[in-house]
C-alpha cells in the first residue's frame, strides 16, 4: 500500500508555504491565506499568462499550464487571475486548433516547448486544452470554450498513429487522452490507454503521478485497469522518506509527492 502518511510529513518537512496549503486543500479543503494565494499568483504577465522565468515579460504556454496545475491544488482555478490566465490560453490557440511557444522563447524553452518543433507543439496543444477542460469556460464564452477543447483534440486524434501511439513525448499520451476521454471518444482514448500500460510498469514516479492524478481529474474511475497499474507503480516508487522523486531534479520533489497525493486522495 502506498504510505499516505509519510508522503504527508515528506510535503510538511520539505515543502516551503505554498507546498504545504496546496496539501491542506487537497487533503481537507481548507482554503489558503490571502498571503499564500498572492504568491502563487505572482508575476503574472499583463497578457494573463506567466512567463517561464521571473522578471519575463513573455507569457509561456507550459509556465502558465504548470502555474495553473499549483492553483488547481490551491482551489483557486475560479479566482481572477486563473480566469485571465485560461482566457489567455485559449486566445493563444492558432487557427489549425494547435498551441505554439512564441519565437522569442526559442533560446530558452525546454526540448518540450520549443518553438517550430513539432513534438513540443502536440505537447503544448494537448497540455493547453487539458487545462481548458479542468478550468471550464467563462460566462458567456461556454460556446467558444467548447469549440477550443474540440478543435485540439482533432488537431491530436489526426497525429494518432494506427496502434494509438503518438509522435510526442510520453507525457502528450496522457493528458491527449485525457482530453479525448471528456469528449467522449473512448475509442480513441482506449487505444492510448492500451499504449500507456506497456509503458507504467517502467514509468519514474513522476510521470507515474503526473498520469495517475491527469486522468483522475477528468472524472476516470479509479476501478479502471490503466489505473490500477499506475497505482502499484506509485507503491513501487515510493521512497522510504514517503516522497517521490522528480525527473527535474531533488527542487521538484515535492512537487512530483504532491501530485501523487493528489491522484491518491
Known amino acids: 500500500m502506498v504510505d499516505l502518511d509519510a508522503a504527508i510529513g515528506y510535503v510538511v518537512a520539505h515543502g516551503d508555504a505554498v507546498d ?61 487571475a486563473a480566469r485571465r490566465a485560461l482566457a489567455w490560453l485559449g486566445h493563444s490557440q492558432r487557427p489549425d486548433g494547435m498551441w505554439e511557444e512564441d519565437e522569442s522563447l526559442a533560446g530558452v524553452a525546454p526540448p518540450w516547448a520549443q518553438p517550430g518543433d513539432d513534438e513540443a507543439r502536440l505537447f503544448l496543444t494537448c497540455s493547453a486544452a487539458y487545462w481548458l477542460v479542468a478550468g471550464g469556460p467563462a460566462p458567456g464564452d461556454e460556446d467558444e470554450h467548447a469549440a477550443r477543447i474540440a478543435r485540439a483534440a482533432e488537431a491530436f486524434r489526426a497525429s494518432l498513429r494506427p496502434d494509438g501511439s503518438w509522435p510526442s513525448f510520453l507525457v502528450t499520451g496522457w493528458l491527449g487522452c485525457a482530453v479525448l476521454y471528456h469528449l467522449g471518444w473512448f475509442y480513441e482514448s482506449a ?19 503526473g498520469l495517475y492524478s491527469a486522468l483522475r481529474r477528468i472524472g476516470m474511475s479509479t476501478e479502471d485497469w490503466l489505473l490500477g497499474a499506475a497505482r502499484k507503480r506509485l507503491i513501487e516508487t515510493q521512497r522510504s522518506d514517503g516522497g517521490w522523486t522528480s525527473d527535474d531534479g531533488d527542487q521538484f520533489n515535492v512537487h512530483t509527492t504532491l501530485q501523487a497525493i493528489r491522484a491518491l486522495r
Open 20 to 80: 504545504r496549503a496546496r496539501l491542506a486543500w487537497l487533503r481537507t479543503g481548507q482554503a489558503p491565506t490571502a498571503d499564500v494565494l498572492d504568491r502563487a499568483e505572482s508575476g503574472q504577465a499583463s497578457t494573463g499568462g506567466w512567463p517561464a522565468y521571473l522578471g519575463a515579460h513573455v507569457a509561456s504556454v507550459d509556465a502558465t499550464c504548470f502555474r495553473l496545475g499549483e492553483l488547481d491544488d490551491l482551489g483557486a482555478l475560479a479566482r481572477p
Open 191 to 209: 487505444q492510448i490507454q492500451v499504449a500507456l500500460a506497456d509503458r507504467v510498469p517502467t514509468m519514474t514516479a513522476a510521470d507515474t503521478a
